[in-house]
């Protein structure tokens, strides 16, 4: 039993720890909260039962192969304001926590899916928290509202959600000032986005991003020409909530699995501007608020000053993504890059070095930006993980504990050894590598 703000919640010993699932970190927004910001959920009386983790946000299959590897094994729901909690020990005090965000491109996945709630962080003795916050079009459309500019929802959502960890958190033994905020592809450039936002300045003190792609967020424009051709598929007013609200929500995830879609083979900039070069056709939106810039302008001039960051990415990030059937020429890369490419790996065939060229290019690339922009700030630690034919999203049972080898023994303990002292440590690692020269 742990008290929190808003009542009393009864979870359960699991696996050598305690979890609470289902945990409420704002009201449903369904009826007049939705497409509104988070608001702080309602109290209640009793105990409220939290052995599960709460309803996935409403999603369909999307982007391919990834809409399979990525999308939610949970219920859904609109009640999907929920987060886990799981802590080595009730009644100790000072844990350092980690707060996870999913992957899932902005529209798949949930923070209960089985992968991340294996335990294994608690059991090295960190608090970890996973959050499930709104996808597609209720997080990431651009709308209009007599009440105020309905924007970045979903990014509200993680907040509010990281404002509940500040708050709550010491209730299950962590320390609020010893957060790190940590994920994965869409909820690594999340975690970006909310480094460069002065709402959540103070917030965190380390951060985690798993392969990143780039951009980090649209222009407020680009989101908009988007959201209107969400209304004309729908046969609706652009920007009109009252409008959208009214759209049945299987009609609705038809329509944003379409543009998803879309969005991800066309890679159409003509269509879909900037997000295009992501493969996304929801995604944070630079609003002049929750985001006043773009995230790397931001981050470079100080955004995240003092945040400790462990940045990286995988060798071999889009073999996920591309067909044996896919030629070089379909990239429409200039002569010379192909060149130095195949310069470089002689024997390599045509789909190796489209693997090679969209990896360093996607996520290799977006990653080390990220990297850079911080690098003045603060400690920043950058990895790749190198396993061979290491596809987009392989290296999470590894980060989780949930693989058995040496190598998942060496990526676990490296992010609990950050999480918990700043430094990705291991002893399945030599130090000369992380730390050439005494630099980092």
């Given at each position: 039993?742990?008290?929190?703000?808003?009542?009393?919640?009864?979870?359960?010993?699991?696996?050598?720890?305690?979890?609470?699932?289902?945990?409420?970190?704002?009201?449903?927004?369904?009826?007049?909260?939705r497409?509104?910001?988070?608001?702080?959920?309602?109290?209640?009386?009793?105990e409220?039962?939290?052995l599960?983790?709460?309803?996935?946000?409403?999603?369909v299959?999307?982007?391919?192969?990834?809409?399979?590897?990525?999308?939610?094994?949970?219920?859904?729901?609109?009640?999907?304001?929920s987060?886990?909690?799981?802590?080595?020990?009730?009644?100790?005090?000072?844990l350092?926590?980690?707060v996870?965000?999913?992957?899932?491109?902005?529209?798949?996945?949930?923070?209960?899916e089985?992968l991340?709630?294996?335990?294994?962080?608690?059991?090295d003795?960190?608090?970890?928290v996973?959050?499930t916050?709104r996808?597609g079009?209720?997080?990431?459309?651009?709308?209009?509202?007599?009440?105020?500019?309905?924007?970045?929802?979903?990014?509200?959502?993680?907040?509010?959600a990281?404002?509940?960890?500040?708050?709550?958190?010491?209730?299950?033994?962590?320390?609020?000032?010893r957060?790190?905020?940590?994920?994965?592809?869409?909820?690594?450039?999340?975690?970006?986005?909310?480094?460069?936002?002065?709402?959540?300045?103070?917030l965190?003190?380390?951060?985690?991003?798993?392969?990143?792609?780039?951009?980090?967020a649209?222009?407020?424009?680009?989101?908009?020409?988007?959201?209107?051709?969400?209304?004309?598929?729908?046969?609706?007013?652009?920007?009109?909530?009252?409008?959208?609200?009214?759209?049945?929500?299987?009609?609705l995830?038809?329509?944003?699995?379409?543009?998803?879609d879309e969005?991800?083979?066309?890679?159409?900039?003509?269509?879909?501007?900037?997000?295009?070069?992501?493969?996304?056709?929801?995604?944070?939106?630079?609003?002049?608020?929750?985001?006043?810039?773009?995230?790397?302008?931001?981050?470079?001039?100080?955004?995240?000053?003092?945040?400790?960051?462990?940045v990286?990415?995988?060798?071999?990030?889009?073999?996920?993504?591309?067909?044996?059937g896919?030629?070089?020429?379909?990239?429409?890369?200039?002569?010379?890059?192909l060149?130095?490419?195949?310069?470089?790996?002689?024997?390599?065939?045509?789909?190796?070095?489209?693997?090679?060229?969209?990896?360093?290019?996607?996520?290799?690339?977006?990653?080390?930006?990220?990297?850079?922009?911080?690098?003045?700030h603060?400690e920043?630690?950058?990895?790749?993980?190198?396993?061979?034919?290491?596809?987009h999203?392989?290296?999470?049972?590894?980060?989780?504990?949930?693989?058995e080898?040496?190598?998942?023994?060496?990526?676990?303990?490296?992010?609990?050894?950050?999480?918990?002292h700043?430094?990705p440590?291991?002893?399945?690692?030599?130090?000369?590598?992380?730390f050439?020269?005494?630099?980092?």
């Open positions: 039993m742990v008290s929190v703000q808003h009542g009393l919640l009864r979870g359960v010993a699991d696996r050598g720890t305690f979890f609470f699932g289902g945990v409420p970190y704002a009201t449903a927004p369904v009826g007049p909260h497409f509104r910001p988070p608001a702080p959920p309602a109290r209640w009386d009793g409220r039962p939290a599960t983790p709460g309803p996935a946000a409403p999603q299959r999307c982007y391919g192969v990834i809409g399979q590897v990525f999308g939610t094994v949970l219920p859904q729901g609109e009640d999907c304001l987060l886990t909690v799981r802590t080595p020990e009730l009644g100790r005090a000072g350092p926590v980690l996870w965000l999913h992957g899932g491109g902005f529209a798949l996945g949930s923070g209960g089985p991340y709630q294996g335990g294994a962080f608690a059991r003795g960190v608090v970890e996973s959050v916050h996808l079009v209720d997080g990431y459309a651009v709308l209009d509202d007599p009440a105020g500019r309905v924007v970045n929802l979903g990014l509200q959502d993680q907040l509010a990281l404002t509940w960890v500040v708050d709550n958190i010491e209730r299950f033994g962590g320390d609020p000032a957060i790190t905020l940590a994920g994965q592809s869409a909820g690594g450039m999340a975690v970006a986005c909310l480094l460069s936002s002065p709402r959540a300045a103070g965190i003190h380390r951060a985690i991003i798993q392969s990143p792609t780039a951009p980090l649209v222009p407020h424009g680009t989101a908009s020409r988007i959201t209107d051709q969400l209304a004309e598929l729908l046969g609706i007013p652009g920007h009109d909530v009252a409008a959208l609200d009214g759209v049945p929500r299987e009609k995830l038809d329509a944003q699995g379409m543009l998803c969005a991800f083979v066309s890679r159409d900039a003509g269509r879909f501007g900037e997000a295009a070069a992501a493969g996304m056709a929801f995604m944070p939106v630079i609003d002049g608020d929750l985001l006043p810039e773009d995230p790397l302008t931001a981050l470079a001039a100080g955004a995240a000053r003092g945040v400790s960051l462990l990286g990415s995988n060798r071999e990030e889009t073999l996920l993504m591309l067909s044996d896919q030629a070089l020429n379909e990239l429409g890369l200039p002569e010379a890059v060149a130095a490419y195949r310069g470089r790996r002689p024997g390599a065939s045509d789909l190796e070095l489209a693997i090679e060229i969209t990896t360093d290019a996607g996520f290799r690339l977006p990653a080390q930006a990220v990297a850079d922009a911080q690098t003045p603060a920043v630690f950058t990895y790749l993980f190198d396993k061979p034919g290491a596809r999203g392989d290296e999470l049972p590894y980060t989780f504990g949930a693989a080898s040496d190598l998942a023994a060496a990526v676990h303990g490296a992010w609990v050894s950050f999480i918990t700043g430094r440590e291991h002893p399945a690692l030599p130090t000369d590598l992380l050439p020269g005494g630099t980092t």
